[in-house]
Each structure stands twice: as C-alpha cells, then as structure tokens.
C-alpha cells in the first residue's frame, strides 16, 4: 500500500493548531508531508474469527483470546464475528521522528502528527479492502485494546493471533506498546442486524477526561 495525500488539516490538529496554521507551520506540514509520503511502507493483515459471549467476556477460541470488560462486550452485542487488523506504517516512521528532531521541535510535532493521520489514512483504507472481500452486513466501528475497559495486555495476544511480527514486522513490548509506535491494532464486529451505537472515540476512551482532543472535537478515531 502506498500512502495517499495526508490530510493536513488533520495533522494540523494533531499538532495543536486550532484553525488555519500559519505560513512557517504550514511550510513545515507541507515538507515532512512529502517525507512521509515517500519513506513510509504501510502494511496491514487481518484475520476473520468466530466468535462466542461467555460470563467471563467475548472469547475468540480459534485465537484463544478473551476480551473481557463492558465496553467490548457492549461494543460487539449482536456479533456473530470479527475481524481482527493490525496495521502499521513501518520502522521508518520512528526514524523519521527521530530524525526531525534534529531539526527542531515543531518539526519533530509536525512528522508525529503526520504520521499519526497517516496511520489512520492506512485503517480506513485497509477496512475499505477487507470488506470489499468479507461478507458483513453490519460492521461495528474500530475498537482497539485499551479503549474503555477493555485490557490493553490483550495485545499480546491480539498479536499473535494474527502473526504480526512476521508478517508486518510489528512486535509488542513487555508493558504492551506497539512497535514500530506508528501502529494500531483493531476489533471489528460483524453482524446480521444493526449494531447499537455504543459511542466512538471519545465516548468509548478511557483517556477521554484527560485528552486534549477529546475537547476540541476527539481525536478522530473511528
């Protein structure tokens, strides 16, 4: 997958930067967006599971996962299935934060804020490919590890479901950070029926009352 153009107004944002952004931000956007662009290797994978709800929580035994905690097991109410991606942008994107650094610090917030809406450039694409060949009537919105109630140890596990480190290179640490940091790992529910609207982002982050996002409009995951 190569990455298309990034949505600036979004990396702006990431950035801290309410409305319009100034000439010298607007110029630094513009170059560590082509950099970005250019030095980045997305990849995704993802596998499709039955799963089962149990008084312990949402277990997927072909992984052999349990997803424990209210908020997923809400968030998958009326799911027979799900699709677990994980996706990243590869190794060089900390090379290059690293590397902007050097720079300067708004350089260095403008290459972290880029890459992040890359990232999610990269979800919203790969979920438009796995549903063009997976059959989903209803489809929930993207629940990751950590969000709500939901364990972020579940990680581990999540990860070697799908055979992330071989086969997109990402790994996860002792205390359960991705690596490379610019990835993301993702539940999606498939239903016959509507599923309910349990709140996206914000309303379903346990971060939400101390994110700087979360009151100037989220953070915009879906």
């Known amino acids: 997958m190569k990455l298309l153009p990034i949505s600036k107004s979004e990396a702006a944002r990431y950035m801290g930067i309410r409305g319009e952004p100034d000439s010298a931000a607007a110029e630094i956007i513009d170059r560590y967006e082509e950099l970005v662009r250019e030095r980045m290797s997305p990849r995704y994978v993802y596998r499709l599971f039955d799963i089962t709800e149990k008084l312990e929580g949402v277990c997927i035994p ?9 908020s997923i097991r809400r968030h998958l109410s009326g799911c027979r299935s799900v699709v677990l991606l994980a996706a990243t942008l590869s190794a060089e994107a900390d090379k290059l934060i690293r590397q902007a650094q050097v720079d300067g610090m708004a350089e260095a917030l403008a290459a972290d804020a880029l890459c992040s809406a890359a990232i999610e450039q990269v979800c919203n694409r790969a979920e ?43 790994t996860v640490t002792e205390s359960c950070l991705l690596v490379p940091t610019k990835s993301v790992t993702a539940i999606i529910g498939i239903s016959d029926t509507p599923p309910a609207d349990t709140g996206h982002g914000c309303a379903a982050c346990n971060m939400r009352d101390r994110c700087a996002f979360s009151h100037s409009g989220g953070c915009g995951k879906k």
């Open 128 to 170: 438009e490919e796995i549903f063009s060949q997976v059959e989903a009537p209803f489809r929930t919105w993207r629940f990751s590890p950590g969000y709500g109630d939901l364990p972020i140890d579940v990680q581990q596990g999540f990860a070697a479901a799908l055979n992330a480190q071989r086969r997109i290179g990402l």
């Open 62 to 70: 072909a992984a052999e996962l349990l997803l424990t905690g209210e």
